[in-house]
């Protein structure tokens, strides 16, 4: 399952995406909806996560940053 990395308390605003940057802080970026482009990425926090290989990282339910174990190397079903 999954495990809080940070408490961040982001609060969320429609038509935004919002995600964990290169440089482990949490941006938001504004959503492209038919003719209209999105918006270049803009830090909502700051938080320095250093991101460790083999788990994605995310923003949950309550605006804190999140990490599960990612699901690799299964077989496939007949």
Same mark, same amino acid.
């Given at each position: 399952m999954a495990e809080k990395?940070?408490?961040a308390?982001?609060?969320r605003e429609s038509g935004y995406l919002y995600y964990l940057d290169k440089n482990g802080d949490v941006s938001r970026a504004k959503m492209a909806r038919g003719k *209209? /482009?999105?918006g270049a990425?803009?830090?909502v926090t700051k938080l320095g996560i250093k991101r460790e290989k083999?788990?994605?990282y995310y923003l *949950? /339910?309550?605006g804190d940053v999140s990490r599960a174990k990612m699901a690799r190397g299964r077989?496939?079903?007949k």
């Open positions: 990395v940070a408490k308390g982001v609060k *209209d /482009k999105g990425p803009q830090v083999g788990y994605l *949950d /339910k309550n077989k496939k079903e």
